[in-house]
């Protein structure tokens, strides 16, 4: 665990505690409640105290909400969620930010934590990353909704729009909290974790809202603590929402990557090329602050970038020699043909230019298309650099000996301008993968790129020809 992490937790076990202790303080000296909290939150056990009544509902609406903890699901950059915030929600509207917040601190608890599964840092953070933000949502719901009981018969509208305002900061500040502790524990941007996770869950979460203040109104209307269990059955429902979501999205990367190694292995020099592509092309675009979306399609299009190659014959793909015209024909028709391959599959349509025009050239002599500079799709410069820099590192059957890696990066810089993107280049030298390799950095002498008499060229000419092999890696890898 990094220092920054320890000391983000640190901080935020810090404030949490606070936020509680002053919670405490102030509504416990507040006449209108009992032991801190509101009355409405109590469960009649029978002739019991009101002391002892509101006990009784706290704990009921923590045993809720650890059931519904219990199964929490991994979203894929790295967030843990569960449904535990709908009976948090509830408790924040009957029993005010004290109930709420005991509510949330104990019925946090995983099966992971009880288990040892879980370091007692970890168990802190993911306990004071709920209660923090549930005793802000708690607050706003008691400014929004200043009265000192929940009316079963009126004032409903003002209770529905205190709970909504109160679950907006509890949703948003929790996000924001765990995003940051994902962030730091796996290095990727706030942002990126937010966006990346925040798709599979945000509407199923947001539709929990009203649920848990509609289980808020059953409690206190008659209907009694029994009948708020029937709710159960759509929190499991959302539940399994969720981890559906999680389980076809790892099992459409795990096909995918399925299908790439079974390509790769048709020649053993290239086993796992295309998942180390992938994973270098995933750093370049995150230096490049490239969305979500097009995260993903890099993740994809990097384990597909070389599927047409399924097509190459075995005398031209594991070839020693140098490859004659016509073998380098077939070679080059590999891009249009993976597109063709992918092209069925609607789910990996970003996917198409990326696998299409990954040996596009910058200068605009590459292939199939010719296409030029910007003309590339920006996520297939990316690739190229990825894959050009793997293979380079990589033993080949034509060249049995591999760069280094700052062979590799001396090439890359050599070229960029001709057949790399320099910008995507740039954003390369600044990922783990050169870490400590001495880099010469972009020349600041403008290099001559003849677009427009390329572009022209390929107007008018019929056929590709074949481009200068600038690295014998990036040709073939």
């Known amino acids: 665990m990094s220092r920054s992490l320890k000391l983000y937790i640190a901080g935020l076990v810090t404030v949490s505690a606070i936020a509680l202790l002053v919670t405490s303080f102030v509504f416990a000296a507040d006449s209108r409640f009992v032991l801190g909290m509101r009355p409405d939150i109590s469960i009649d056990v029978g002739g019991g105290s009101r002391d002892l009544n509101a006990i009784a509902g706290v704990a009921f609406w923590t045993v809720i909400t650890l059931f519904a903890q219990a199964l929490p699901v991994r979203m894929p950059r790295g967030t843990i969620i569960s449904v535990a915030i709908a009976p948090v929600i509830a408790a924040m509207t009957l029993g005010g930010p004290l109930a709420a917040a005991i509510v949330a601190t104990l019925g946090s608890t995983e099966i992971r934590e009880v288990r040892g599964r879980i370091p007692w840092l970890g168990t802190a953070a993911n306990h004071a990353g709920f209660t923090l933000p549930t005793i802000l949502g708690a607050w706003i719901v008691e400014l929004v909704r200043p009265t000192a009981t929940l009316d079963p018969t009126s004032g409903a509208l003002l209770n529905f729009a205190a709970t909504m305002a109160g679950a907006v900061v509890l949703f948003v500040s929790n996000i924001a909290i765990v995003a940051g502790v994902v962030a730091l524990r796996t290095g990727q941007p706030v942002l990126m974790v937010i966006r990346g996770d925040i798709k599979g869950f945000g509407t199923n979460l947001l539709a929990l809202m009203p649920l848990a203040w509609l289980m808020s109104r059953i409690f ?17 429902t959302t539940r399994v929402a969720h981890h559906r979501f999680v389980e076809m999205r790892e099992m459409f990367t795990q096909t995918i990557g399925a299908l790439a190694e079974a390509v790769d292995k048709r020649d053993p020099f290239t086993s796992k090329h295309s998942h180390r592509v992938k994973a270098i092309a ?8 490239v969305n979500e979306a097009e995260l993903e399609a890099l993740e994809w299009g990097g384990l597909l970038h070389d599927v047409g190659k399924i097509g190459v014959p075995d005398a031209v793909l594991l070839k020693q020699e140098r490859l004659t015209r016509e073998e380098r024909m077939i070679m080059n028709a590999h891009p249009v043909l993976g597109a063709q391959i992918i092209a069925p599959v609607t789910k990996l349509a970003p996917e198409l230019p990326i696998i299409r025009h990954h040996h596009e050239w910058y200068n605009g002599s590459g292939y199939p298309d010719r296409l030029i500079g910007d003309e590339i799709p920006k996520l297939a410069r990316i690739l190229h650099v990825a894959d050009a820099f793997e293979a380079m590192t990589a033993a080949r059957p034509y060249r049995m000996t591999p760069l280094t890696p700052e062979q590799a990066l001396a090439e890359l810089r050599k070229f960029a301008g001709v057949q790399f993107d320099p910008v995507c280049v740039d954003a390369f030298v600044k990922t783990e993968w050169v870490e400590g390799v001495p880099d010469a950095g972009r020349k600041v002498e403008p290099r001559p790129i003849p677009l427009i008499a390329q572009a022209a060229n390929r107007m008018t000419q019929a056929a590709a020809t074949e481009p200068a092999a600038a690295t014998a890696g990036a040709e073939r890898g």
Do not use: H, K
């Not at 008659?222 to 159960?232: P, S, V």
């Not at 995933?282 to 602050?289: A, L, N, T």
């Open 282 to 289: 995933v750093d370049i675009g995150r230096e490049m602050s």
């Open 220 to 236: 206190v209307s008659g209907g009694g603590w029994w009948a708020t269990l029937l709710f159960a059955l759509p929190l499991y």
